[in-house]
């Protein structure tokens, strides 16, 4: 039975590293992970946010091309300080209103990876 999303798998270019770090790891605010052992030479990098519960990793891809449609989702609180936050350190922030009471935005990673950010609505 599944009861948890493990990671997200995202794909990068070769040498993309460093600009992979300044976004996750200093714009999304999440803290690098250390990839295991056997995978530690394949580049790429992996990162976590809430405790380890959520985790995106990126794999290097030959031949890379974003995807336009494909992207996570990911929860988020207090989402317009955190849009406002991205939007200031320049990231480009797209809201969607078509499905409220749910609150969301997409943008982009440097390398074109697209990403959803939602709030949900308050429970009454």
């Known amino acids: 039975m599944i009861t948890a999303l493990d990671h997200v798998q995202l794909a990068a270019p070769p040498g993309t590293e460093p600009l992979l770090r300044a976004f996750y790891g ?34 290097i891809e030959e031949g890379f091309r974003p995807t ?12 317009d300080e955190f849009a406002t936050r991205l939007g ?13 009471p ?7 990673d440097p390398v074109g990876n697209l990403l959803e950010f939602v709030e949900s609505a308050p429970q009454s």
Not at 88 to 100: F, I, Q, R, S, Y
Not at 102 to 108: D, G, V
């Open 68 to 79: 336009h449609k494909a992207h996570p989702g990911l929860a988020v609180s207090e989402i």
């Open 88 to 100: 200031e350190l320049g990231a480009l922030v797209v809201w969607d209103e078509t499905l409220p």
């Open 102 to 108: 749910s609150r969301r935005f997409y943008t982009q």
């Open 26 to 59: 200093d714009v999304l605010q999440m803290a690098e992970i250390a990839k295991p052992a056997p995978l530690a030479d394949t580049g790429g990098c992996w990162f976590a946010a809430d405790g380890g519960r959520v985790r995106i990793y990126l794999g």
